[in-house]
Nanobody, 118 residues
Framework: QVQLVESGGGLVQVGGSLRLSCAASGRTFSTYVMGWFRQAPGKEREFVGG????????WYGDSVKGRFTISRDHTKNTVYLQMNTLNAEDTAVYYCAAGSNARDYNYWGQGTQVTVSS
């Protein structure tokens, strides 16, 4: 019912910035929470951050707090992940997710690769 498409991944140098986009389509009226996750090779999936439907409330994982910012553009039905001060540990496949609450992500994007050169 909900389709999520990530974009914006690529190669960036240490200390640089990158902005990921997640375009949502379909029956998004039932989606109240959007989130970002990432998974590096050989590691478990890690929570990056989440945002409420209104965009007024955001929350982040400890590893990215202070460096990453999530925002939401309702006119475009798109969620963004602004990543600053990137380091090699940020290298991962980043996934966009959507759900009815912060503990129930029902829909997932295909992922976009972010590689930070060291």
């Amino acid at each position: 019912q909900v389709q999520l498409v990530e974009s914006g991944g690529g190669l960036v140098q240490v200390g640089g910035s990158l902005r990921l986009s997640c375009a949502a389509s379909g029956r998004t009226f039932s989606t109240y929470v959007m989130g970002w996750f990432r998974q590096a090779p050989g590691k478990e999936r890690e929570f990056v951050g989440g945002i409420s439907w209104s965009g007024d409330i955001t929350w982040y994982g400890d590893s990215v707090k202070g460096r990453f910012t999530i925002s939401r553009d309702h006119t475009k039905n798109t969620v963004y992940l602004q990543m600053n001060t990137l380091n090699a540990e940020d290298t991962a496949v980043y996934y966009c997710a959507a759900g009815s609450n912060a503990r129930d992500y029902n829909y997932w994007g295909q992922g976009t690769q972010v590689t930070v050169s060291s």
